[in-house]
Nanobody
């Protein structure tokens, strides 16, 4: 069964960095675009960033300049490098593509 698996979340102090990773398995084709979303406590899930085959990227305003999404060629794997983290970046980060969603990885930024 196709699935996405995230890793790399954790606890970090404000100003610190984390790198999230997501790998797809049991997908028999290349996922054209892969994306990250996040959900903070008590808030709706929101878009963070996405990347397509070929490297075309999109970022939400809060991610621009601090987060970098990357992908290794046409592999079904994506990473999210997060720098200058703030307490309001706290939440569960989800990887998604083609209506597939991972289980999420929790990021907690302490002040």
């Amino acid at each position: 069964q196709a699935q996405l698996v995230e890793s790399g979340g954790g606890l970090v102090q404000a100003g610190g960095s984390l790198k999230l990773s997501c790998v797809a398995s049991e997908v028999g084709f290349t996922l054209w675009r892969m994306a990250w979303y996040r959900q903070a406590p008590g808030r709706q899930r929101e878009f963070v960033a996405s990347i397509a085959i070929g490297g075309d990227t999109e970022y939400s305003d809060f991610a621009k300049g601090r987060f970098t999404i990357s992908r290794d060629g046409d592999k079904n794997a994506v990473a999210l490098q997060m720098n200058s983290l703030r307490p309001d970046d706290t939440g569960v980060y989800y990887c998604t593509s083609m209506q597939l969603w991972g289980q999420g990885t929790r990021v907690t930024v302490s002040s």
